[in-house]
């Protein structure tokens, strides 16, 4: 087995979990199918690639000075993570309308504050016996992100009304939540310890 396997397979993995990304990118395919594909995918690849990069060339030694900084940034993300819940639960129900739709920045965003960056950045990357990690990622970020896209659209196809997309609203509001938690109870973690 190659030194690459383990590292792509680490990637796809960690990609292919059920998470706040993908519960947006299952959403948006859902509610507009692939129309936004492109853009979506890139503000995925995008924000992945500055977050790993920052946390691989500062996060490290900024939260070694600065112990509550983890902390601060983890609640801060919980915090954006229930505001999404609340959007997607809230806008469920109005698919035809322009409110519900997914954009582009709040991928963005969304990404830029998942978890996974950390994991890519502190475990995967590194354990990588490769010059270049990077360059293997993008394409195995886009195509996993395609396939949650194509994954939303192809629920919504299954029903003729719009019980099936809410539903992905729905789901995706309940993975926020779920990712929230989490945080906030390894923000709580931290301080008891």
Do not use: C
Request: zero cysteines; aromatic letters at 10%; glycine letters at 8%.
């Amino acid at each position: 087995m190659s030194s690459l396997t383990p590292f792509i397979l680490g990637i796809v993995a960690l990609l292919a979990v059920p998470g706040p990304t993908n519960s947006l990118l299952a959403a948006a395919g859902a509610r507009s199918g692939l129309h936004d594909a492109p853009k979506l995918m890139l503000a995925e690849v995008s924000a992945y690639l500055i977050a790993i990069t920052a946390l691989m060339r500062w996060g490290a030694p900024a939260m070694a000075a600065f112990p509550a900084a983890g902390a601060l940034i983890q609640l801060g993300v919980a915090l954006y993570l229930l505001r999404s819940a609340i959007w997607f639960w809230r806008n469920g129900g109005k698919l035809g309308e322009s409110i519900g739709e997914v954009t582009a920045f709040r991928v963005f965003l969304t990404t830029l504050g998942n978890p996974k960056s950390v994991i890519f950045a502190f475990l995967i990357f590194p354990a990588a016996a490769i010059a270049h990690p990077l360059a293997l990622f993008i394409p195995i970020n886009m195509g996993i992100a395609f396939g949650w896209l194509l994954l939303g659209r192809l629920i919504a196809r299954q029903s003729a009304s719009t019980a099936a997309p809410r539903l992905v609203y729905q789901g995706a509001a309940g993975v926020h939540v779920l990712f929230a938690l989490l945080l906030a109870r390894a923000v709580m973690m931290s301080f008891a310890a």
